[in-house]
């Protein structure tokens, strides 16, 4: 019985603190402004990214703020060798060709599979692993945007991408 008062009673009070707010949220918010934040003050963003024999990244979106200091740790947790399995990260500037870039960096292979024709197009990449090793690398999330990032051993591309967002 007292249990089923205080249920009644805290969602009465959540009524009314909703009600409330409503009445009182025509002046616009303070945190409006608190929006403007300098990027030097964000705390950096760090991602782990593993990558296996299966030719999958575990993560494939990722959104940081614009101007914040991120790092990539590229884990590849398979067990094949770098020349048959080997991943990398590659982030790529906003309406980059993936698919292109891919088709590219096959004859890259001995530049970390990063295409000297489209190095323009790179924001960040790691070296090229095998499995058990770890790469990182480090970079500033670039303009407010979609972005894709890829891994550009050869055919791994198709399955190894996903979404970098900068809000
Ligand atoms: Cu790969």
């Known amino acids: 019985m007292k ?6 009673a805290s969602s009465a009070l959540l009524f009314v603190a909703c009600n ?9 918010a303070p945190e409006e402004t608190a929006e403007v934040v300098d990027p030097a003050t964000l705390a950096p963003l760090e ?3 593993n990558a296996d024999d299966n030719m999958k990244y575990d993560v494939t979106e990722i959104t940081a703020k614009e101007g ?7 884990h590849h ?4 060798p770098i020349a048959s399995m080997g991943h990398n990260f590659v982030l790529l500037t906003e309406g980059s ?7 590219e960096a096959i004859n890259a292979k001995d530049n970390d599979y ?5 190095v323009d197009e790179v924001i960040a990449h790691t070296k090229t692993i095998g499995g058990g090793e770890t790469a ?7 303009a407010k945007g979609t972005y894709e990032f890829l891994c550009s051993f050869p055919g791994h591309s198709a399955m190894m991408k996903g979404t970098f967002i900068v809000e």
């Open 114 to 118: 990063i295409p000297a024709s489209l």
């Open 77 to 80: 947790v398979g067990k094949l």
């Open 68 to 74: 914040q200091k991120v790092k990539v740790i590229l």
């Open 136 to 142: 990182e690398v480090e970079f500033t999330a670039p």
């Open 47 to 49: 991602v782990t990214i």
């Open 20 to 28: 409330n707010s409503s009445e009182t949220s025509t002046a616009p």
């Open 3 to 8: 249990k089923v008062f205080l249920v009644l």
């Open 97 to 103: 060709d993936l698919a292109q870039f891919a088709i």
